[in-house]
């Protein structure tokens, strides 16, 4: 099962950007989705999850009341929007398809991934 993560691109600092996953109604309709990143030579880490109902989220501290995470079960598609980016945002971004109802910040918790999606911040 693929999700089909969308959206990156090269954008400069303070600018926003918007990713998008798709995924197949049977893996995400009722499962908590999440938003990771990887940067060159660092390891994946957590960015933001939603439980199914979009009742809940959840951040990492550093994007933190600048990115959110919404989601639309109708289109089977989870949102990421990002403001005020910054280079150190630089990434691919993974999201995923948590094995529960709601999202959490451990990638073991994670059945289902996307290809990744590069987002670029220049300074």
């Known amino acids: 099962v693929q999700l089909q993560a969308s959206g990156g691109g090269l954008v400069q600092t303070g600018d926003s950007l918007r990713l998008s996953c798709l995924s197949p109604k049977r893996t995400s309709s009722n499962n908590g989705m999440g938003w990771f990143r990887q940067a060159p030579g660092k390891e994946r880490e957590f960015v933001a999850a939603i439980n199914w109902r979009a009742a809940s989220t959840v951040y990492s501290d550093s994007v933190k009341g600048r990115f959110t995470i919404s989601r639309d079960n109708a289109k089977s598609t989870v949102y990421l929007q990002m403001s005020d980016l910054r280079p150190e945002d630089t990434a691919v971004y993974y999201c995923?398809?948590?094995?529960?109802?709601?999202?959490?910040?451990?990638?073991?918790?994670?059945?289902?991934w996307g290809q990744g999606t590069q987002v670029t911040v220049s300074s």
């Open positions: 995923a398809a948590s094995i529960w109802s709601y999202g959490t910040t451990k990638q073991s918790d994670y059945r289902y």
